[in-house]
């Protein structure tokens, strides 16, 4: 199982960007699919989540990103999105997805089994 984030980048205050969460040796809408964010010398903090399309299919985005942030699923395209608009630079960080192991998983789940590699969001103002 591998899980791959993509799509980072700099990018200006208010700005957009689409992460990408792919995966290979393991169909994503089964499961919950967090993603998560660690800024420098900050802990990782829990940003979205989306319920697998075998359960209620629900999202959750953490207080300081609602409004702006909107995780989705393509299920034919096996990837779960992260769309960030309105960017701050408190957004800089490297972003992770990571998945859950349990089929119709709903958000939050007991434990994220599998993380993908990161991606680096930098924000400028």
């Known amino acids: 199982v591998q899980l791959q984030a993509s799509g980072g980048g700099l990018v200006q205050t208010g700005g957009s960007l689409r992460l990408s969460c792919a995966a290979s040796g393991f169909t994503l809408r089964y499961y919950a699919i967090g993603w998560f964010r660690q800024a420098p010398g900050k802990e990782r903090e829990g940003v979205s989540c989306?319920?697998?399309?075998?359960?209620?299919?629900?999202?959750y985005v953490v207080e300081s990103v609602k409004g702006r942030f909107t995780v989705s699923r393509d299920n034919a395209q096996n990837t779960v999105y992260l769309q960030m608009n309105s960017l701050k630079p408190e957004d800089t960080a490297v972003y992770y997805c990571a998945a859950d192991h349990t089929p119709g998983s709903s958000c939050p789940p007991i434990q994220y089994t599998y993380w993908g590699q990161g991606t680096q969001v930098t924000v400028s103002s």
């Open positions: 989306i319920s697998s399309s075998d359960s209620d299919g629900s999202t």
